[in-house]
Nanobody
Framework: QVTLVESGGGLVQPGGSLRVSCTASGSVDSVYVTAWYRQAPGKQREFVASISTGNSITYADFAKGRFTISRANVKNRVDLQMTSLKPEDAAVYSC?????????WGQGTQVTVSS
């Protein structure tokens, strides 16, 4: 069984930067994809970025050039570095871990962009 823990959310001013992290623990497969999604109040959840264990990376159009997804030097941790944040980036950011046998969601972390 795999458990996900997200961390790093918080309050940031417009134009600022923030990093959120997703750490998988338990019986983690050697091959998996970690994806970040976000959901703002009153809106549908939307895809942000994903990275595979083979380092294949995909970004949503709004994330290109501002967000960077990467594998941390910590085992089974994926970071999402967000820069030039805008008020419209405010949302609950959740990670999803997909491997051959299952898809697991984390509990989400709140990102607030406000002055």
């Amino acid at each position: 069984q795999v458990t996900l823990v997200e961390s790093g959310g918080g309050l940031v001013q417009p134009g600022g930067s923030l990093r959120v992290s997703c750490t998988a623990s338990g019986s983690v497969d050697s091959v998996y994809v970690t994806a970040w999604y976000r959901q703002a109040p009153g809106k549908q959840r939307e895809f942000v970025a994903s990275i595979s264990t083979g380092n294949s990376i995909t970004y949503a159009d709004f994330a290109k050039g501002r967000f960077t997804i990467s594998r941390a030097n910590v085992k089974n941790r994926v970071d999402l570095q967000m820069t030039s944040l805008k008020p419209e980036d405010a949302a609950v950011y959740s990670c999803k871990h997909s491997e051959s046998s299952a898809q697991i969601w984390g509990q989400g972390t709140q990102v607030t962009v406000s002055s």
